[in-house]
């Protein structure tokens, strides 16, 4: 099939011609085959062939439509930022310009983003990278990354006009769904896995008022549903396949280069289940080196688990098979056997000479476990990350002075249940149980001086 596009475009090119009505700043092109949509076109995927959906944007221009330098558009981020009069309050609409042009007032934000980049001896002690940074998507207003995708993806239905909006979950979607489209007015549908969601995750839908539709099945059966409902029904599907989720989660990596001055890493590592985000940061690096934000391209580390890693297992043989698997991890977040975006994230590693790694449970339970002690905390699945970089430096391939940026996903308080449970183990050694006293002084003294006995 023809079309004015080369398939590497990364952004338009002046004066392409062909592009469907209303393209004047964005257009969706599907992956696959190539065919051009409006930026207004609801399509869950690509009409001809059912492949993924992308979004190509111009490269950012001045008043005249003359293209803006490196140096002229990292002055209009830094001009769009929350402490400055012409700022955005939200760390992902201060990126508009390479988001979604001209959202203007149909923006739907809580505000997100503005997530701290942080440095913690004592998780760099346990990974054994002096260099490294903690971005914390936990942060965000519901508690992970998705409300950076959600912001966008909730904008686009409004500007589209959507009936409804809906996704298949584990948790962390749901709960930023059921906020945002609160927030804009519009009825939610949540499908998660019967059984098989967080405590806290499920008591944010819930108050958010979404409708919740327990499934049952895993998030795979979820996932593959709630696509047919959005193809008969009309629903507008809000999961990270959906091609302006990508664009708000690849603020996370605009939003550290910033931090760090536009200086790369050379490595960043994150979780991966539905490969959402390791596509989200691979488009984002593409973008800023594109555009000459950055000089270099750094390393992307997707980590998945042991017990969920078909995308690790397909690496490992240069991705010449498509795997899947029947998901089981303690990290609920990234339990999924049958990742959407597969094909995306393919080509975000392949671009920057990434890796694909996978950790234990234990592993993640114990990178957990010094993440939390180090007054951060996280979800268990926000910890795959940290895991990743300790075994990365344990096989030499990550240096003890590289720069390396983890991410971690999603707050503590996104997986209550299983904190308190591993924290009152009798067998595991680094629980911090509870304890009863009686209620006397003498009591609280004898529990201070092992607690100080403990410390030393």
Sequence with gaps: MSHPLPADAVFLPAGVTGLPVGAQHSVQRCASCGQLLSPLDAAPDCPSCGGLLEIIHRAPVDEFD???????????????????PMGHA?????????????????????????????????????????????????HNPTGSFKDRGMTVGTTQAVRIGASAVACASTGN?????????AQAGIPGLVFVPAGKIALGKLAQTLSY?????????????????????????????????NPWRVEG??????????????????????PAGNLGNTAAFGKALREAHALGLIAKMPRLVSVQAAGAAPFARAFREDFATRYTVQAETIATAIRIGDPASWDR??????????????????????????????????????????????QLVRDGIIGAGDTVVAVLTGHVLKDPGMLVELHQREDYPRANRPVEIDATVSAVEAVLRETRGSAL
């Design 90 to 138: 939200s760390g992902v609409w201060r990126f508009e310009s390479i988001v979604m042009p001209g959202a203007g007032d149909a923006i739907v934000s809580h505000p997100e983003g503005n997530t701290p980049l942080l440095s913690r001896a004592a998780i760099s002690r346990y990974t054994g990278c002096d260099g490294l940074l903690i971005k914390h998507e936990g």
């Design 209 to 241: 008022g979404a409708r919740t539709l327990l499934v049952k099945g895993d998030f795979d059966e979820c996932l593959r549903l709630v696509q047919q409902a959005s193809r008969e029904l009309g629903i507008y599907l809000l999961n990270s396949i």
């Design 66 to 84: 003359a293209p803006l330098s490196a140096n002229a558009i990292k002055h209009s981020f830094a001009q769009h930022c929350c402490a400055l």
């Design 345 to 390: 994230a393919v080509r975000a590693i392949r671009e920057t000479n990434g890796l694909v790694i996978s950790a234990t449970d234990d592993e993640i339970i114990d990178a957990k476990v010094t993440i939390d002690a180090a007054g951060v905390g996280c979800e268990p699945a926000s910890a795959a990350s940290v895991a990743g970089v300790r």
């Design 173 to 181: 979607t749901s709960a930023a769904l059921a906020s945002y489209a």
């Design 249 to 270: 989660q690849k603020t996370i990596v605009f939003e550290l280069l910033q931090q760090l001055g536009w200086h790369a890493p050379d490595f960043i590592v994150l």
